[in-house]
């Protein structure tokens, strides 16, 4: 199982709505509500190797999504890129309007990633 | 069965790396080189009506995906933003190595979606 790391909570964002509900749940209260197996254990209703093995297997689906499409990770290079040229624009000494329509492009980019 | 159409070519390029590869080829031969139902099972060594049952079960399978998951129909409305960014930058009269800078990050974010 992976530690519990900012790495799985942007998988679990990006690619969560594949798991099942379940799975989903688990993985919501594990990596982003921060509770122990022993919690969601108590929470669900099985056992703390049943949280154990839920987790694992969601943890698999998610790295291998990402190993098949690297979704993720082109949407971080592209939100930084959107990022960039945003502070760009914000500085630049462009006409009123264009500029307006260009620096809503970018946060459109920034918050579509 | 999906007409031969463009969404579907486009959620194979998108998805398709997480198909089977067995169902990759067969999808490929029907959707992007245009192979009939018979010349694919040919190919293949299965019946025609396999060569249907796999293309049906590879398009639920990508359909799914983008149902769950909106990512392919993202990338087309955040490449539609970077192109018009890319085209107001280019009319744009701004000091030469920003605006250098600005349409290379909005090329990488044409091409990374």
């Not at 993985?27 to 254990?41: G, K, Q, R, V």
């Not at 971080?76 to 959107?82: F, H, M, Q």
């Amino acid at each position: 199982m992976f530690e519990k790391n900012l790495e799985m909570s942007f998988l679990l964002d990006f690619y969560g709505d594949v798991l099942s509900e379940r799975k989903r749940s688990v993985m919501t209260m594990y990596y982003n509500e921060d509770l122990s197996l022993s919690e969601i254990a108590d929470e669900i209703g099985i056992s703390r190797q049943g949280v154990r093995e839920l987790i694992k297997k969601s943890e698999d689906e998610l790295t291998t999504l990402e190993q098949k499409l690297g979704l993720a990770q082109k949407s971080v290079i592209a939100r930084e890129c959107a990022e960039r040229l945003k502070a760009l624009l914000t500085d630049c000494e462009i006409d009123s309007p264009v500029k307006s329509e260009m620096l809503a492009l970018a946060e459109a980019l920034e918050n579509n990633t």
